[in-house]
Each structure stands twice: as C-alpha cells, then as structure tokens.
C-alpha cells in the first residue's frame, strides 16, 4: 500500500479508538454522577459541576486525537521524503 492510504488509514483508526475510549469514559462518568445524585439529592449541583468539568477533560482528549489525525492527513512532516522516494 502507499504511503498517503498508509496515512488515512492510520488517521481513521486513531478517531475510532479516540472516539471509543472518549464514549466509553463519557458514559461512565455520567452514569456515576447519576447514581451519585440518586443517592445524595442535595448534592447534585456539586455532582454535576465537577462531572462537567470531568467530562470536558475527557472530551479534549478526543480533539488531541483529531488534531493528530488532521496532522496526520494534511500536515504529514515525512510528505516531501516520500514524494522523493517516489519519483526516484
């Protein structure tokens, strides 16, 4: 196969996992501050405050991954060496 489908192959699988790995601590986290909640009303609003903060922490790691997987696609640093390799 060739370098560039290499690549977008490459970036594909790595949003996949990402986004598996960022659904999967997503859900968890959200199904934990509901049971916290169920068990404790009051303090929900403590409850939800820090599973939002939790979640945005999360989330950035699925756009760390897309930001690598664009890098990868568009910005790729080893282009000009494989075009070289190419054409000799």
Do not use: C, D, H
């Amino acid at each position: 196969m060739e370098f560039f489908a290499w690549s977008v192959l490459a970036a594909g699988i790595g949003m996949g996992i990402g986004s598996l790995g960022t659904g999967i601590g997503q859900g968890l986290a959200i199904q934990k501050a509901v049971e916290g909640v169920a068990r404790n009303p009051g303090a929900s609003g403590k409850i939800m405050t820090i599973m939002l903060i939790g979640l945005a922490m999360i989330e950035s790691l699925a756009i760390y991954v897309f930001v690598v997987a664009m890098i990868i696609l568009y910005a790729n640093p080893m282009t000009e060496t494989v075009v070289q390799m190419l054409n000799k």
